[in-house]
């Protein structure tokens, strides 16, 4: 059996025991054996192996779980964007012309952007990507959708219901049994998760509650896009739901904080506790659109599980960094970069419902980063640098 030893860690990051909430420990060593992580500690212990990696006294963290990303499309909306920076608002509405696009595309088109965008994300240090359908919008489009996005992750999750398409604009009820019927059969065996985007001008909560239980019913977990554009039932359904997590989150009422709060559960994770449903942030999608940030000091406060996540899409976030997201979040979220640190990685694998990732313990998926510099601090305070300085994803050096 071949081991790696990844040695001379100035800061490990292994958001389990150690220093801090980030599970901090000093000079230390990790080693990894058949992509796991099979030890961790001080590096004057560590033990033998057959290759060595020196990470020169910088920081080690997990790597990047990105838990919310739409990578099946075609075309790009450059344009959308600079009439956005020049004053129009976003409205959502241009997902019907990544719709057109998409269809018109070949399968080959369609996953060597896939392929792309997840190479730009390992780069920057994601080795987990959930990745959604949602702009093919009829049967056959988004099943294909998902039968390339199953090609790159486990986490692929069916969007049909994302808007309702122009050929059934004055018909959205027909649209709705689409989704629930032929649409779902053809999608569910590509797919791990349902998400449905609830909100004016897309699905109302009686559509979204419709087409989740049916996704529930075939097996699928429930996450959801709530409270982006504006306040509305998006959240508290997600947490009737049970869902995995609730995204974009920033419209919210006290209602909507109460409501994820309610859904703390002890836990044998580091933290003791965390929320079933948990608020993933994507600051990405305000900055691409100009609009005002979630406040996830708020939540935080309420003790509600957050995470970051890129929302990587050609329309409201046509962002594949994860470090980009923590050094937003930072500056314009409140929150601390331990805070958004931990966000990016286990808050992210929490949003998966998955254990194996976004940690560094024994037993966890090796998946690690080396940074250029000597502290995760670095990530908030020196935005737009790239400072993943090497990523093993499944304890092999990408
Ligand atoms: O999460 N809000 C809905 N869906 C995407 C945007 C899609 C697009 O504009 O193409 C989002 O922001
Ligand atoms: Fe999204």
Not at 83 to 93: D, H, L, V
Not at 314 to 340: D, H, K
Request: contains cysteine.
């Amino acid at each position: 059996m071949s081991a790696l030893l990844v040695d001379n860690i100035g800061e490990l990051v292994t958001n389990g025991v150690g220093e801090g909430p980030l599970g901090i420990r000093r000079s230390a060593a990790v080693l990894i054996e058949e992509g796991r992580v099979a030890w961790v500690g001080p590096a004057a212990y560590a033990p033998a192996a057959d290759r060595r990696i020196d990470a020169g006294g910088a920081a080690v963290l997990p790597g990047f779980v990105d838990s919310h990303a739409h990578l099946v499309f075609a075309g790009d909306r450059a344009a959308e964007f600079a009439a956005r920076m020049a004053g129009e608002p976003y409205t959502g509405g241009g997902i019907r012309t990544t719709v057109g696009a998409t269809r018109a595309a070949t399968d080959e088109e369609l996953r060597s952007t896939v392929r792309r965008l997840r190479g730009e994300a390992l780069r920057q240090g994601t080795t987990t990507i959930e990745i959604k359908s949602g702009y093919g919008l009829n049967v056959a489009d988004e099943a294909r959708s998902l039968r390339i996005a199953a090609e790159f992750t486990e986490d692929t999750t069916f969007l049909g219901a994302h808007v309702v398409p122009a050929e059934y604009a004055d018909r959205p009820d027909d649209y709705v049994g689409l989704v629930c019927g032929p649409m779902l059969a053809a999608a569910a065996p590509h797919a791990k998760w349902i998400d449905v985007f609830c909100e004016r001008g897309a699905f109302d909560v009686d559509h979204a509650r419709a087409i989740l239980a049916c996704g529930q019913a075939v097996g699928l977990g429930v996450r959801l896009h709530a409270n982006q554009l504006g306040p509305g039932p998006g959240v508290r359904l997600g947490v009737e739901l049970g869902a995995a997590s609730v995204d974009h989150c920033t419209h919210l009422s006290d209602a909507d904080v109460d409501a994820l709060a309610s859904t703390r559960i002890d836990c044998m994770c580091h933290e003791g506790q965390h929320t079933s449903t948990v608020a993933t942030l994507l600051p990405g999608a305000e900055f691409s659109t100009r609009s005002p940030y979630p406040d996830a000091r708020r939540l935080l406060d309420a003790g509600v599980t957050v995470a970051l996540a890129t929302d990587c899409n050609p329309g409201s976030s046509y962002t594949s960094s994860m470090p980009f997201c923590i050094a937003l979040a930072v500056r314009e979220m409140r929150m601390t970069p331990a805070e958004a640190v931990w966000a990016a990685t286990a808050g992210g694998a929490r949003a998966l419902r998955r254990d194996d990732v976004g940690v560094l313990t024994p037993g966890a998926r090796a998946d690690l980063l080396v940074l250029d510099a000597p502290s995760y601090l670095h990530l908030a305070y020196r935005p737009g640098v790239p400072l993943i300085h090497q990523v093993i994803r499944n304890g092999v050096p990408q």
